[in-house]
């Protein structure tokens, strides 16, 4: 039989106390901050995914910081576009009522310093800034869009913003696409048949009574010829614009129609103001379809600008949403089940009385006890 010393007892009992008073105190800081998970090893897979929470937490608080500034950024542009939509409509309104010939010069010379002052708050409103930065400048936040006279010094640059995972968000228009007039006109009015024998063919299939008179001639790009020479079956050289009778292009005579240049809010506003103190009522009618393509284009700009702020909007929703998510989630991993976890305590204060009890039964012995 194996004999028990009293050291062997010492060591059993002391590792018996160490662990129950180990896993009481693990018990007690898990109810202090009613979390389960208090380092790595207590759940190494639950650890990764709460790093991973705590990664696209910090990623969602600089989306939603960028969203407050798109959402600040859109709602100056949207204000500057619709102070600038009124101003158009309020220069419109002028120039209806100045464009009949019941007013004096004199009434036009006065109401054409109002066109001077709303000239003035429209370059203030092209000049706006937020901050220190320029809203209409594109890129060149920095500089000065317009001038006095109206001429643009930004870019065409667009500044996106991430709002979300892989979504970006341009947060600026530029002040050419603002204030000035659409590009998209055509370089030339002229119709790709005009002067082309095809056009008499064409006009012949729309009305077969002008047969007649389309016999008499035929067409060429640059003169008429008889049509008795295209009976006798010669071939007829059709000269290009700007051919001369050896063949060779004559540079001064090719001529195009060239697009007519991009007008401005301001170069409009400029105009009425001259045919005001000028006294030309025609001039004034002709500028009415001009500030019509102004509301129009402005419009359209400010619905583009809801557009985008609501894309905003729903993007800091979904941020908002996945936060939600991701907190319940690590809620499930890192938080502990409160009436288990003072139960377990409960529990291991138990167990360790006990432990206390019978370890003082067995420490205490004196030699008398063994001699019994």
């Not at 870019?155 to 600026?172: S, T």
Request: net charge negative.
């Amino acid at each position: 039989m194996t004999r028990v010393s009293e050291g062997s007892t010492s060591h059993a009992i002391n590792f018996s106390l160490g662990k129950a008073k180990s896993h009481m105190e693990d018990l007690q800081i898990k109810g202090s901050n009613l979390k389960k998970v208090q380092k790595p090893s207590d759940d190494p897979i639950g650890n990764v995914e709460l790093m991973a929470i705590r990664s696209k937490k910090v990623d969602n608080d600089q989306y939603t910081r960028n969203t407050n500034y798109a959402k600040m950024y859109l709602e100056y542009t949207e204000q500057a576009i619709s102070d600038l939509t009124e101003l158009v409509s309020k220069a419109k309104e002028i120039a209806i009522g100045q464009s009949s010939d019941i007013y004096n010069p004199q009434v036009r010379e006065s109401v054409a310093k109002e066109i001077n002052q709303l000239r003035t708050q429209a370059l203030g409103i092209a000049n706006r800034r937020v901050g220190n930065r320029y809203i209409f400048s594109g890129f060149k936040t920095l500089t000065r869009p317009f001038d006095e006279k109206g001429a643009y010094s930004g870019d065409n640059g667009r500044i996106n913003l991430e709002v979300g995972k892989d979504f970006f968000v341009a947060v600026n228009m530029n002040g050419s696409e603002i204030f000035y007039e659409t590009a998209d006109r055509s370089l030339s009015t002229k119709k790709p048949l005009d002067g082309t024998p095809f056009e008499d063919l064409k006009k012949f299939k729309e009305n077969p009574e002008m047969m007649p008179e389309l016999e008499e001639t035929a067409v060429n790009p640059l003169e008429r010829v008889p049509a008795s020479n295209l009976n006798n079956n010669e071939k007829v050289e059709l000269k290009k614009p700007g051919q001369t009778a050896d063949g060779k292009i004559n540079p001064e005579s090719t001529t195009f129609d060239e697009a007519p240049a991009r007008q401005s809010i301001f170069d409009h506003l400029q105009s009425l103001e001259n045919a005001l103190l000028a006294n030309n009522p025609e001039v004034i009618h002709t500028l009415l379809e001009r500030f019509d393509e102004h509301f129009d284009r402005l419009v359209t700009m400010r619905t583009r600008v809801g557009a985008l702020y609501n894309s905003v909007n729903n993007s800091e929703g979904n941020i908002e949403k996945e936060n939600l998510l991701n907190e319940e989630y690590k809620s499930r991993i890192q938080d502990a089940d409160v009436a288990e976890l003072f139960s377990d305590i409960s529990k291991q204060n138990s167990v360790l009385q006990a432990s206390y009890k019978a370890s003082s039964n067995l420490l205490n012995r004196t030699l008398l006890d063994f001699i019994r």
